[in-house]
């Protein structure tokens, strides 16, 4: 085990789904099952990173100290952060710093949210100068509008279908059916998907992960803690990698929420993509490639960007995703399953909880501990998770 | 695609600079006068090239002519603060790569031109269309926005010429 390993001793999760209470609720409840799952009271925790919440006032902008403050003041240090879709990770990797650095032993890392009714829109007020706010003015585009973007591209480039994007719901309905933490506990058949009304051509409502209320929180510690307290780590998931990586100029891909992509008038495209550079940097700092990965929680924000992550994860060449899908490899008991939690098909979207949730995920499929839904023998697990303005993340976990 | 011009009717852009209204309209964009790299929309302050110090962006417009990257079609209104007509009218939307500039531009598709009609690949021109419209101090005015519309065969020959 590297020292640059961080031990996860716990996690949990409040359910995700729709009933527009307090978010700290949902938070309190993911960290009392984290705190328990982990052996330790609260007043061990040294160091407190929450993951915050746009949509619920002040409370959500500064959820470090809102969740130290509900669990009762005890001076832990605390750090705040938001990254979109991966304030998540960038929690985690504030925490993997203060417990690298020396700073602390023991962190928590949490996040909740309670989200709005329909699509997701910018933060209210007339912000002429916001691109966020701009885009829904002038274009109306929606996320719903980037993510059918790249699905079109799948279609017209690869030859993807309808039913292929149908497919990938219909396997993560079946992975989450038996997953107590899922909002959407439903098996889902082609025709399911194929009837259900367009939203954003090509994509449909049931191609489209919803938003949802959730919590998660994690117990990470340092190494020697972690010993102290449990004498051997074998068979204790670890986590080996964080990645936080920004784009690196110029980014060619029209991402959410921009107007336009960078020009390669003068400096031409790098090597490998934003989201690629996420997951590869994570594999590099892991020491792990793409064949290590027992499976891998992606951000399937739509159907066809699952299909899109196993490229950028490496799990295939680019254009053979629909293949992977199609041979059973990303199906529970193939190769490298894909999303088995059942993904954000099965969640829906709870914004700081989500890259949470995501290596709750395989840390209890690391433990054996995923009931209905285990991938056998995993050893190894990789997350990918992408939200707007260069903010994404990849984490690896093994045991 | 045609705009109706009537009497007492004013136009206005829905948002200052970023596009021309006139009858062969374009982008404004950014060029920076030391690496020669675009930005669009147009802004002032630091190049975005990270080997390029520069803060010297100078608006500039650029090609009215590219091919479709991807494109979609919105079945469902968008909320607030778009102002969809009622009832809504499907619509859609194309990215479209400038060669020259090494960009891509999303936008809206002028009315009546669905995913359908569309194709990665296709040749899109520039053209401008209304927004919404609103009376402002007693005018009625027409808020308008720049959309890519299927260019026709000259516009598609000059896209391989560099225009």
Not at chain 2, 52 to 65: G, I, K, M
Not at chain 2, 103 to 114: D, E, F, S, T
Request: hydrophobic letters at 40%; one cysteine or more.
């Amino acid at each position: 085990m590297s020292d640059r390993d961080l031990v996860v001793l716990g996690v949990g999760m409040h359910p995700w789904g729709k009933w527009g209470r307090d978010f700290t609720e949902y938070g309190m409840v993911a960290a009392r099952a984290a705190l328990k799952d982990a052996g330790i009271e609260w007043k061990d925790v040294e160091y407190v990173a929450g993951a915050d919440t746009i949509r619920n006032g002040y409370p959500g902008f500064i959820a470090g100290s809102t969740f130290a403050q509900k669990l009762g003041w005890t001076g832990a240090s605390i750090s705040s952060n938001y990254a979109a879709c991966a304030s998540g990770a960038h929690s985690l990797q504030a925490a993997r710093a203060s417990i690298l650095a020396g700073f602390c032993d023991v962190a928590m890392v949490i996040g909740a949210d309670t989200t709005p009714k329909g699509f997701f829109a910018p933060v209210g007020g007339e912000r002429k100068t916001d691109p966020d706010w701009l885009r829904f003015h002038l274009l109306g585009a929606t996320n719903p509008v980037y993510f059918a973007m790249f699905a079109r591209r799948r279609m017209d480039l690869y030859g993807a279908t309808s039913e292929d994007f149908a497919q990938v719901k219909v396997k993560n309905s079946r992975h989450g059916l038996g997953n107590p933490y899922a909002r959407f506990r439903k098996e889902n058949a082609i025709e399911d998907v194929l009837n259900s009304p367009i939203v954003s051509d090509p994509l449909r409502l049931l191609d489209i992960c919803a938003t949802s209320d959730g919590a998660a929180a994690m117990i990470v510690t340092s190494r020697a803690f972690a010993e102290k307290k449990l004498g051997s780590l074998k068979g204790v998931p670890r986590i080996r990698a964080v990645s936080t990586v920004t784009p690196t100029y110029p980014q060619t891909i029209l991402e959410l929420p921009d107007f336009a992509t960078d020009s390669t008038a003068v400096v031409a495209p790098p090597v490998r993509g934003f989201k690629e550079s996420l997951c590869w940097a994570a594999y590099e700092e892991a020491g792990m490639s793409p064949s290590d990965m027992n499976m891998a929680e992606v951000y399937d924000l739509s159907t066809a960007l699952e299909l899109d992550w196993y490229e950028h994860l490496g799990l295939c060449a680019p254009g053979e995703a629909e293949g992977l899908l199609r041979s059973g490899a990303t199906t529970i008991g193939g190769r490298v399953p894909v999303n088995p939690s059942g993904g954000l098909s099965c969640f829906g979207e709870a914004i700081p909880a989500q890259a949470i949730a995501q290596v709750c995920e395989l840390t209890w499929q690391l433990r054996g501990q995923a009931q209905g839904r285990q991938v056998e023998g995993a050893k190894a697990g990789i997350t990918a998770n992408q939200g707007l303005f260069g903010n994404g993340s990849s984490v690896i976990v093994s045991v | 695609m045609s705009v109706s011009a009537a009497g007492g009717v004013a136009r206005v852009p829905a948002v200052e600079g970023w596009f021309t209204l006139d009858d062969e309209p374009h982008l404004i964009g950014c060029r920076c006068a030391a690496c020669g790299t675009y930005v669009f929309p147009p802004r002032s302050g630091a190049c975005p090239n990270p080997n390029c110090d520069s803060e010297d962006l100078v608006p500039t417009p650029l090609s009215r002519v590219g091919t479709v990257w991807s494109y979609t079609e919105n079945q469902y209104a968008p909320p607030p603060p778009y102002r969809a007509a009622e009832p809504f009218e499907p619509y859609a939307l194309a990215a479209v790569q400038l060669e020259e500039e090494g960009i891509i531009v999303l936008g809206q598709v002028p009315k009546g031109i669905m995913a359908a009609d569309l194709k990665v690949g296709m040749p899109m021109q520039l053209e401008t269309d209304v927004l919404y419209r609103e009376v402002v101090d007693g005018v009625d005015t027409e808020f308008m926005v720049y959309v890519w519309a299927p260019a026709g065969p000259t516009a598609a020959k000059s896209i391989g010429g560099g225009s």
